[in-house]
Each structure stands twice: as structure tokens, then as C-alpha cells.
């Protein structure tokens, strides 16, 4: 990026409180999750320009670094965001180099899905394995159905070790696509699977995934048992794994909002203190939940009078 770019996103941003200084240390630590929930709650009704382009580039980062399936949908917000900030009276010089960089980010991820929708199973079955993969991933979040059939080939066709890695994928995308009792049988295979093999190593954030879908589908089922089960299936392998459970930032989300649901305060309180203690800075929804979950828990601690 160019140094006029860089100085039109320095601080300070005249952000209320304590939020600039919260905000430059997120940027100096390229924690861009962070600035953008920080960014989100903080931002004026009407804000100005420049921070209408701070905005976009720290959702455009974070997706490029961190949250990829996402990287699409964030480079067409940040060049909404880029627009506003030009219709507010910004020069279209002083943003340029930002907008080409995700225009060219945005051309090349639309390519990229065109070229995956070519890949049919049947190609699939031929193609080199390499080029599968990335047709699954680029198909993941557009359309997770045929992303899983992808992942399924992979499977069958791919290293035995790495099989598991693939249906765990495939779970994922079937769950995505709303065929839940498909993914079924491949998410509780993702629980049962060891992975502790050095090729799925790094890839173990698999099993939290499939735990917390696993769970959801519990919830809605109705069936508490099979909640129960899971949950203590979930915590052990957690420990097991080295990710305690829940380990990722939206797996945590999505549990708390389970739990609260499910009006279990301790479990939910025990999901807070995770997220709280994970992140430097809660987005003001995610805080309320988390107050809601102690208050919860505090009050069913109680015995009944």
C-alpha cells in the first residue's frame, strides 16, 4: 500500500473513550478481527471518510489473513465501503491503491469459483487432486453441496491418512447446505477419527466444528441425551487435542447462543469466560450475551426459596 494510503488509515480516528488507543493497538498487532468488531460498534451514524476506508481495509485483511471463506463477500463490502467514502468527498487518488489491490483480489476469487463450477464429480474422478481441493474450497461457500461431493472424491481418492481430513470437510459443507442428516454420519466419523497423525495434526479444529454442528442438531432434535453425550465427548476431546472445547472464536458464538437458548447457565457462563479470555475486545451483541450468560447462571445457582 502506498504511503498516502497508509497515512489516511493512521490514528488518531476521534473514536470515543478508549477505543482509539484499543483500535491502534489491534492495528499494530495486525489483529484485524479485533479493529473490525471494534470498527463496527464504534462507527457514527453518518462517519467520516476516512474511517469509512479504515473499515474497509481491515474487513478486506481480515478475510485475506484469517477468515478466507469469507474473502469474497469482504472484498465486495470493502469496495462498497471505498465507494462511500469517494461519494463523501474523498479523493478516488487517495483510495486507489487499496481499491486496485481488492479489484484484483475479486477478479481473481471470481475466477477462481468459475473455474471450480467446471469440476464435476465426474472430472473429479480424473482430475489431479490438487485441482479437486481447491474447486471444493472455492465451491465451499457458495455451494457447499457440490463442495462436499468434491470433498467426498478427495476422500476416496487422496491419501488414506488424509481421508478423514476430506469427509470431515464434507460433513461441513452437507451441514452448510442444510442436508443435516447427511452430515451426520460424517460429522460423528470426524469425532471418532484419531487425529493425532501428524498429516491431520493441524487440521484437528475439524473436531470442534463437528462437535458444535453435532450439538446443534441435538438441540434441535429435541434430544438430550444425545446433547449430553456430546457434550462430554466434545470436552474430552478438546483436552485430547489440545483445543479446549470450544476452541475457535465462532464456534464460541454459536454455542453461547445454543446454550442460552437451551437456558443452561452454567454451561453457557463456561463458554463466556472462553470467549472473554480469548479476545481483546468483545463487539457490544457478543458482551450482552456474555453478561446474559452469568446472570443466568447466578440465578439458577440460587436455590429455589
Known amino acids: 500500500m502506498s504511503t498516502s494510503s497508509e497515512h489516511l488509515l493512521a490514528g488518531p480516528w476521534g473514536l470515543p473513550g ?23 460498534d464504534a462507527l457514527p451514524d453518518n462517519p467520516p471518510p476516512r474511517l469509512l476506508v479504515l473499515l474497509a481495509f481491515v474487513r478486506f485483511q481480515d478475510a485475506l489473513e484469517v477468515m478466507v471463506s469469507e474473502l469474497m463477500p469482504a472484498a465486495q463490502e470493502a469496495l462498497a465501503l ?9 479523493p478516488l487518488e487517495a483510495v486507489a491503491p487499496l481499491r486496485e489491490e481488492v479489484e484484483h483480489t475479486l477478479a481473481e476469487e471470481t475466477a477462481r469459483e468459475l473455474a471450480a463450477e467446471r469440476m464435476t464429480p465426474e472430472r473429479a474422478a480424473q482430475a489431479p487432486l490438487e485441482e ?58 470426524t469425532l471418532a477419527a484419531d487425529w493425532r497423525p501428524p498429516e491431520l495434526w493441524r487440521d484437528r479444529l475439524q473436531v470442534d466444528w463437528a462437535a458444535t454442528l453435532l450439538l446443534e442438531r441435538a438441540h434441535r432434535a429435541q434430544d438430550t441425551a444425545a ?24 464456534t464460541q458464538e454459536r454455542l453461547l447462543t445454543l446454550l442460552l437458548e437451551r437456558q443452561d447457565g452454567p454451561r453457557a457462563a463456561q463458554v463466556a469466560l472462553r470467549l472473554e479470555s480469548s479476545r481483546e475486545y468483545l463487539p457490544r451483541a457478543l458482551a450482552a450475551k456474555v453478561a446474559e450468560a452469568r446472570t443466568l447462571a447466578r440465578r439458577q445457582s440460587v436455590p429455589p426459596s
Do not use: I, K, N
Open 82 to 90: 471505498l465507494e462511500r467514502a469517494t461519494e463523501a468527498g474523498l
Open 132 to 189: 479437486v481441493l481447491e474447486a471444493a474450497s472455492a465451491l465451499r461457500a457458495s455451494q457447499p453441496a457440490r463442495a462436499a461431493e468434491l470433498f467426498l472424491v478427495a476422500a476416496e481418492r487422496g491419501e488414506p491418512v488424509r481421508a478423514p481430513l476430506h469427509r470431515a470437510e464434507a460433513g461441513l459443507a452437507l451441514y452448510q447446505a442444510g442436508r443435516v442428516e447427511e452430515a451426520r454420519p460424517l460429522l460423528e466419523a
Open 18 to 40: 478508549e477505543l482509539d488507543s484499543e483500535l491502534a493497538r489491534a492495528l499494530e498487532q495486525q489483529s484485524y478481527g479485533t479493529a473490525l468488531a471494534l470498527l463496527r
Open 227 to 250: 446433547f449430553e453425550a456430546l457434550w462430554t465427548q466434545a470436552q474430552a476431546l478438546g483436552r485430547q487435542y489440545q483445543r479446549p472445547f470450544p476452541f475457535s472464536w465462532l
